[in-house]
């Protein structure tokens, strides 16, 4: 469940979810009819299996659940069981694969997590946290959170994982013209084959996209308000994201706008760390 809309598992249908506001006011629907088509135009743009990070595939908007039950046939005896909100159908995020939630379990999980079976979760990896080593005795596991030093653990790859975060934002930046706020990098499951423990890495919530305008400055907005998933610039992987970044510009001729990004967040943020240190 999140902010504005929740998200169902249909049995039989496992492919697919289907994700409905909770609050059927107009601004809602337009927000949930807005992420849809966002999420069209970014798999036209910046979709495509040289992206390292991959989308999730947008299957259809429908402004009331009888006309999305109409359109696929579903019969009143088949029904749902959903309110009569608006609602839109995508492809779903799958969890890690069992072998690596047994990793993640093992390496980072406290009790009495480690005498449960691993549990379904998305990982959130955040490369802008390099060194949290500690844990915690508060564990969120649906959405935990990877940093370098976990991912480092896992043995995934830290620098094809920062470049493919420049290329899939600079895509969002510059491609499609989005700002890329809260925008996520998870590590989950395939979603042609869930139970592959190869790992697979997706770029997921789109709902508070805007158009920048061409503003670097609104764009250092998104970037420094999401949570730590970039590099920051005096980590190993910033060398690596900052290329990718600029590579990805530079296809959509916008190399100017690219590097003003880069050296405002990167003042942004060397900035804040002086502060923390004085």
Known sequence: MGSFATVFVSEGRGGVVLKQIQDPCKDAVAMLMKEHDDLLTLNSVCGGSSQFFQLPRAHGS???????????????????GLPPHALYVMQR???????????IQDLFLPQPFSDQPPPQLLARLYLG????????????????????????????????????????????????GRDGRDI??????????PLSKVPF?????????RPHGGS???????????????????????????DAYLAT?????????????????????ECNRRCEVM
């Open 129 to 176: 946290n390099g060194t949290s080593r500690k844990g915690s005795r508060f564990v969120n596991t649906e959405n935990f959170p990877l940093s370098t030093y976990r991912i480092e653990r896992l043995g995934l790859p830290a620098d094809k994982i920062a470049a493919g975060m420049g290329q899939m934002l600079a895509s969002i930046n510059f491609k499609a």
């Open 93 to 103: 995020i799958w969890p890690v694969s069992h072998c690596l939630a047994t990793r």
């Open 216 to 242: 670097a400055i609104v764009i250092v907005s998104s970037m420094v308000s999401n949570d730590p998933y970039y590099p920051r610039p005096w980590s190993p992987q910033w060398q690596a994201f900052a």
């Open 62 to 80: 429908y402004t009331d659940y009888y006309s999305f039950a109409q359109e696929v046939g579903i019969q009143r005896t088949e029904d749902m």
């Open 249 to 269: 510009a530079a296809e959509a001729n916008e190399s100017p706008l690219a590097q003003d990004v880069l050296q405002k967040v990167q003042s942004h943020w």
């Open 201 to 209: 890495y997706e770029c997921i919530d789109f709902n508070q996209m």
């Open 184 to 193: 996520e990098f998870v590590l989950c499951g395939h979603p042609e084959n």
